[in-house]
Nanobody, 123 residues
Framework: VQLQASGGGLVQAGGFLRLSCAAS????????MGWFRQTPGKERDFVAW????????YYADSVKGRFTISRDNAKNTVYLQMNSLKPQDTAVYYC?????????????????WGQGTQVTVSS
């Protein structure tokens, strides 16, 4: 699976962005998907997870209630709607695919990664 993330940009605090991650191949629906983010000098942190069929989702505490992960298997795409953005949300955001079917927030559990898209939130 090849992943291509897009939708990042510069936004003021309180604003919103919608990230997209398009997957190649016909096996997208076999992968649970996640979003991670990374700032310079820090580890890549888990943000959100969605299972194969787009059922119950899971979020890091720092984004819960503000971010929403969703997927459209017909379009081979996963989304991250980010509302009420804060300067501390500034990071490079990565989408990732995992064959692990249960919830996992561990980077090592993900098999494929997108190239990342920069999100910058100004105060």
């Amino acid at each position: 699976v090849q992943l291509q993330a897009s939708g990042g940009g510069l936004v003021q605090a309180g604003g919103f962005l919608r990230l997209s991650c398009a997957a190649s191949g016909r096996t997208f629906s076999r992968y649970a998907m996640g979003w991670f983010r990374q700032t310079p000098g820090k580890e890549r942190d888990f943000v959100a997870w969605i299972p194969l069929s787009g059922g119950r989702t899971y979020y890091a505490d720092s984004v819960k209630g503000r971010f929403t992960i969703s997927r459209d298997n017909a379009k081979n795409t996963v989304y991250l709607q980010m509302n009420s953005l804060k300067p501390q949300d500034t990071a490079v955001y990565y989408c990732a695919a995992t064959q692990v079917l249960f919830l996992t927030t561990s980077r090592g559990s993900y098999d494929y990664w997108g190239q990342g898209t920069q999100v910058t939130v100004s105060s």
